[in-house]
């Protein structure tokens, strides 16, 4: 078997809990794209070239508002703004990927980035073919439902309700595993208390980039105490 | 459709290079060639463990305590999944079962 397959096998099973959720909430964007009359294409370049979904639902919504340009990329940045942070963390995983690194960062969705986060390449696998993979099997299932959606809209009678909490569980799954693999659990409460506090005071649409404020400003703060405690 | 086509190109063409902006952006100001500040290096270090917490009240942010279900299906469920966890720390068994519960819990029950 050569490096690529190797990687891929090895990649496939921690994308799975994604495929669910990805195949749920692409076919609800791709159901909900074409009420608004547009086509499978559209829902397939939409997944293909945006690949952020919850921005794909929010543009959904902002149809109705009518042709602001300028809106759509000031709401972007702030519905995305939380992918800096992203960046940000990869920087030194993405380090050395060469030729694949642009799909990486291009890829590094909300669930591409905490899978990567907790699973590493196993021994004897490249690194970055591990990485590729997973980013690419992820943005697979998201661009297959969301052309799923778009062309059987009306043909589901399996009652998927509730089915999109896989992602919350998903979430959750990698809470307790970053909580276990650590001693110093100050910067998993920040993210926590930081995001229920701005929850509560900005209301659920405006509260992360509060948080992100929040989290940035405490760990600048604590910053040696926080290192001191790594060891 | 609402826009024309070339509306609709301008209007997804700005999301999607908005978005790819925002991403590639941390790796264009700290290149791999040119030394990253230690305060970034720091920080690259301690938000993923930040961030977690975050997408789990991103994902919850819709909840209301003060009209039915009271945030019970989800409370319930991951509750479930923690005690799962910790006592089998088998990944798929915590994410399909949380989901079921869930799925059972909002479609029978609330």
């Keep these: 078997m050569n490096e690529k397959t190797k990687a891929l096998r090895a990649a496939l099973p921690y994308t799975i809990p994604v495929l669910t959720g990805y195949m749920v909430l692409g076919t609800a964007y791709g159901i909900l794209l074409s009420s608004k009359g547009y086509s499978f294409l559209w829902s397939a370049l939409t997944s293909l070239f945006i690949y952020a979904g919850s921005m794909q639902f929010v543009s959904i919504s902002l149809l109705a508002a009518g042709f602001h340009p300028l809106y759509a990329c000031f709401l972007t940045l702030m519905v995305n703004a939380r992918h800096l942070f992203y960046g940000i963390s990869m920087l030194s995983e993405f380090q050395g990927t060469g030729k694949k690194k642009p799909y990486l960062i291009f890829g590094l969705t909300d669930e591409t980035f905490s899978l990567l986060c907790s699973a590493k390449a196993p021994a004897g696998i490249d690194k970055g073919w591990f990485m590729f993979f997973i980013t690419l099997l992820n943005q697979i299932y998201w661009v297959c439902g969301s052309i799923l959606g778009s062309i059987v809209s009306s043909l589901f009678h399996f009652n998927t309700m509730g089915i999109d909490f896989v992602l919350t569980a998903l979430f959750v799954v990698i809470f307790i595993n970053q909580w276990k693999s650590t001693g110093n659990h100050i910067p998993v409460l920040t993210g926590l208390c930081a995001s229920v506090l701005c929850r509560i005071i900005f209301g659920s649409s405006n509260f992360i980039v509060p948080a992100m404020i929040a989290i940035l400003i405490f760990v600048t703060v604590f910053q040696n105490k926080i290192e001191s405690r790594n060891t | ?110």
């Excluded at chain 2, 826009?3 to 700290?30: C, D, E, K, N, Y």
């Excluded at chain 2, 991103?58 to 006592?87: M, Q, R």
Aim: hydrophobic share 50%; proline share 5%; with cysteine.
């Design chain 2, 1 to 110: 459709m609402l826009f024309t086509a070339t509306q609709s190109l301008v209007f997804f063409g700005t999301i999607s290079l908005t978005t790819i902006l925002i991403r590639f952006l941390p790796f264009i100001l700290f290149p791999e060639n040119k030394e990253t500040p230690q305060y970034i290096t720091y920080l690259g270090r301690v938000l993923p463990y930040t961030i977690i917490g975050m997408l789990v009240i991103y994902c919850l942010k819709d909840i209301s305590f003060t009209e039915t279900p009271y945030g019970l299906p989800e409370a319930i469920s991951i509750a479930a999944i923690i005690v799962l966890h910790l006592w089998k720390s088998n990944t798929f068994l915590s994410i399909g079962a949380g989901t079921v519960i869930y799925m059972l819990l909002v479609q029978f029950i609330f």
